[in-house]
């Protein structure tokens, strides 16, 4: 009986000792917190003391702009997208991506019949200095692709894809398959495709070049020129390049 007694206590001390290991912890993960909480404050607020000093560059200089975004997001501060409070009023950044989000949304609406709703960023680009006009505020594709984020929870189906070294604006709901984004590889280096380059590069049969070409043509991505000795696909997106 003693020894068992004193195998109780011992489990009880060892417990008690546990308890104790986890207050101790708890209190300096608290403790630890406070100090990062503290810290952010304090980044804040040099930030905010950068914008101060810095806002007129921040508003002119597309270059500039996107180090300082960069900065902020480093410490979970998204002020250009703000359009309320203390970033809005300071440096009139939320405006301004509200006005390029309209703008972008119009040229891709205005271009869609012949793009079927993918552009590329360097086309929707100069479309956008187009309209903005030679007084407006200079833009970069880094406030391009911005504006396009901020767009996406509208449920439009706008966002931004990847095909090769370009980037594309897709402003339709739309999946773009495996094999999509195989022909559009293969098509941004001529700006076409035909049924035998897609066998000869891609290894496939005549069946499923032939009905990927079909999908892309029924959604407007693709024009066939018939006047060819064997029909062309011609991508509309990649028309200037070619």
């Not at 000093?53 to 997001?73: G, L």
Request: hydrophobic fraction near 35%.
């Amino acid at each position: 009986m003693a020894r068992r007694r004193a195998g109780i206590h011992g489990l009880q001390q060892q417990a008690r000792h546990q308890e104790e290991f986890q207050k101790a912890g708890e209190a300096l993960a608290a403790q630890q917190l406070e100090q990062l909480k503290n810290q952010l404050e304090l980044f804040k607020t040099n930030l905010e003391d950068f914008a101060r000093k810095y806002r007129k560059d921040i508003k002119r200089d597309p270059e500039f702009r996107k180090h300082f975004q960069r900065m902020c997001s480093n410490i979970g501060v998204d002020p250009l997208a703000s359009n309320k409070g203390f970033w809005s009023e300071l440096l009139g950044v939320g405006d301004f991506y509200y006005e390029l989000g309209v703008q972008i949304a119009e040229i891709c609406l205005a271009t869609r019949e012949r793009n079927g709703g993918l552009i590329e960023i360097t086309e929707l680009k100069t479309h956008l200095e187009r309209m903005r006009g030679r007084n407006a505020q200079e833009i970069s594709e880094d406030d391009i692709l911005r504006s396009i984020k901020n767009l996406k929870p509208l449920g439009n189906g706008f966002d931004i894809i990847t095909i090769g070294n370009r980037k594309l604006v897709q402003s339709v709901p739309r999946e773009l398959n495996s094999d999509f984004s195989c022909v559009l590889d293969l098509a941004q280096r001529a700006g076409f495709v035909r049924i035998s380059d897609l066998k000869a590069k891609l290894g496939w049969d005549t069946e499923r070049a032939s009905h990927t070409l079909d999908n892309l043509l029924k959604d407007g991505i693709c024009w066939i020129d018939l006047q060819a000795s064997e029909p062309e696909y011609w991508v509309s997106s990649f028309f200037g390049d070619s």
